[in-house]
């Protein structure tokens, strides 16, 4: 389990609800999630923290 997920599911925000937020396709986040996604570029990790209300620290603390 990855912290994308907790952060998801401690805020109850679907794939799809998160897709809607940011702009992101669900399918690029469903590889972001699963590490199936090379490379996560500075401006979706930025979209995706905002969409959840929180840092791209928290999600990705490396």
């Known amino acids: 389990m990855n912290k994308l ?3 998801m599911k401690s805020k109850g925000i679907t794939q799809l609800r ?4 940011t702009g992101i396709a ?3 986040i ?3 999630m699963n590490d ?3 490379k996560l570029t ?3 990790a ?4 905002k969409g959840l209300n929180c840092t ?3 999600i990705w603390p490396d």
């Open 42 to 44: 500075l401006t979706q």
């Open 5 to 7: 997920w907790e952060v």
């Open 30 to 32: 469903s590889k972001i």
């Open 18 to 21: 998160l897709s809607e937020i």
């Open 36 to 38: 199936k996604k090379p």
């Open 26 to 28: 669900q399918s690029e």
């Open 56 to 58: 791209v620290e928290k």
């Open 46 to 49: 930025k979209r995706i923290a």
